[in-house]
């Protein structure tokens, strides 16, 4: 049947829904910043935005800033402003601004850089759409600041970054005082959530296809502070370990003044409990550490580490440390080292101590002089490359399972190579197999050929391939046949804690 003359012409002039605006997120800092521009990617396209294709300018550009590192408000400033000249040449584009720096600068945004729309908080992330949409009726900027939570992040939309890993927030904030640190009066007290909606998100992302997930707090061992339950946490790791095909479970970042034997056992008791754990010493000095108000002291930082390598020998223990805090001397820098080669640490994020205004330490007496922190920070950093280096050598010729992952081998393309991480979260390159190509998701076994202070090559065959339901959620994101679809739960769709550059941690 052909359609009478003219329908064409009439078909073509209907009217089309106009494409939806196009949004880009720009992330900071640390992992609860890389989380929360997980849900303010779900709240954006809930809203009716679609991820602007790559090397296209967006419509929306949201920044989620941090005020931990050096030079953030610099670098945020700089990206401003070559966005104005974007801007003004594009009708309705939006830049938006959020975390931590926006919570502590605020009208000085505006001030500073007029054409922004929109400046939220670190407690009012669900709020953007409402403010972009103020924003565009009222062609004016909306600048709004909470001072404290008034929705648990977690019940917000999130889209995650990729199938087969997680983070899981347990808590929010921070309830002790670093004199170096920022933080807490910009993400307030330490609020948790409760045990129940934790296990439900973590249950309901193992039925989206993930395998692995992350706990995440500011000091994520002192879960259960709020509610009065001194073990909660590792309660909470052991109820983890009876979820029904979750394969693997990690936690960042734990505060050694809090962390307890309770944990320890957890950790060993519980299988899908990864053999790893990253714990920020920040100085060896008993001195520096009492200036920091770090309530330990050395002697307890390397007792946590005897009793994890005593119930996990093959744990593997990263750090942070910052040099040239005020006031510290060559005799406290080398208390550092020596505490450094005492715990033979896998790898540590290594920092030169720079005054953030609005903290105690940033006008404390004593600064170490720049160069003086320079020389200190580059023997430092030799000094954890040789022992980390050391530690991977050992691992050459052992056999280890990899979590395949995606995006963390950035030569991976030009080696012939894929990337995966094993049980104690070491990076391993691994020869490319023949036949049958493993996904992100899946799991190899490969043997260990060659060790550098990073990463570790298996430059072998792939000894086992193991294809897994993470496996088939990737697929099913690359809009590839997979297994039919099970039940879906209600909750936000899964993804993966996206590789993160180093910064300081919170704990």
């Not at 003004?88 to 007029?114: E, F, H, N």
């Not at 008791?269 to 330990?296: F, I």
């Not at 593997?316 to 406290?332: K, L, N, Q, R, S």
Request: aromatic share 6%; charged share 25%; glycine share 8%.
């Amino acid at each position: 049947m052909t359609a009478a003359p003219g329908f064409e012409t009439l078909a073509a002039l209907a009217p089309h829904p106009p494409s939806p605006r196009t949004y880009e997120v720009k992330t900071y800092g640390c992992q609860m910043n890389v989380h929360d521009s997980e849900r303010l990617t779900g709240l954006l396209e809930q809203a009716g935005y679609a991820a602007a294709p790559r090397g296209e300018q967006a419509d929306v550009v949201v920044f989620n800033t941090c005020a931990v590192r050096e030079n953030a408000d610099n670098k945020l400033y700089g990206n401003l402003s070559h966005l104005a000249p974007v801007k003004a040449a594009r009708p309705g584009m939006q830049i938006a601004v959020g975390g931590c720096l926006a919570q502590k600068d605020r009208d000085t945004i505006t001030a500073r850089a007029p054409y922004v729309d929109v400046v939220f908080g670190t407690h009012n992330i669900g709020s953007l759409p409402v403010l972009l949409e103020r924003a565009r009726v009222a062609e004016e900027a909306q600048v709004e600041i909470l001072e404290s939570l008034d929705v648990f992040p977690s019940t917000l939309p999130t889209k995650r970054d990729s199938a087969y890993a997680a983070w899981v927030s347990v808590s929010v904030g921070c309830n002790n005082t670093c004199t170096f640190c920022i933080v807490p009066a910009l993400r307030g007290k330490e609020k948790d959530r409760r045990p129940g909606e934790i296990l439900a998100e973590v249950e309901a992302l193992v039925a989206e296809g993930v395998t692995e997930v992350t706990l995440l707090g500011q000091n994520v061992n002192a879960y259960g502070v709020e509610f009065g339950d001194r073990q909660a946490f590792s309660k909470l790791l052991r109820a983890c370990g009876q979820v029904e095909g979750l394969e693997r479970v990690r936690f960042t970042s734990p505060h050694p003044a809090e962390f307890t034997d309770d944990v320890i056992e957890a950790m060993a008791e519980t299988p899908t409990v990864m053999p790893q754990l990253h714990m920020p010493l920040q100085s060896g000095s008993d001195r520096v550490l009492k200036a920091m108000r770090r309530s330990y002291r050395r002697s307890k930082f390397l007792g946590i580490i005897e009793r994890v390598r005593a119930a996990m020998p093959d744990a593997a223990i990263t750090t942070d440390i910052i040099v040239g805090f005020p006031g510290e001397t060559e005799e406290d820098f080398l208390e550092t080292l020596e505490v450094v080669r005492e715990a033979r640490f896998a790898g540590a994020f290594t920092f030169q101590y720079s005054p953030r205004p609005g903290t105690p330490a940033a006008t404390m007496a004593d600064q170490v002089p720049p160069e003086v922190v320079k020389d200190r920070y580059e023997r430092l950093a030799a000094e954890v490359n040789r022992i980390a280096w050391e530690e991977n050598q050992r691992l050459v010729g052992r056999r280890v399972e990899l979590l395949v992952s995606e995006g963390e081998g950035r030569k991976d393309a030009a080696t012939a190579r894929l990337s995966g991480r094993g049980p104690d979260n070491r990076l391993v390159h691994f020869a490319l197999p023949e036949g049958e190509r493993p996904r992100p998701g899946d799991v190899v076994t490969v043997e260990v050929t060659y060790a550098a202070p990073h990463h570790l090559v298996a430059d072998g065959p792939v000894l086992a391939l193991r294809r897994t339901r993470s496996g088939d959620a990737w697929d099913a994101r690359q809009g590839r046949p997979g297994p039919a679809a099970g039940v879906g739960l209600g909750m936000p769709a899964v993804g993966v804690p996206a590789p993160l550059p180093p910064a300081p941690a919170c704990g």
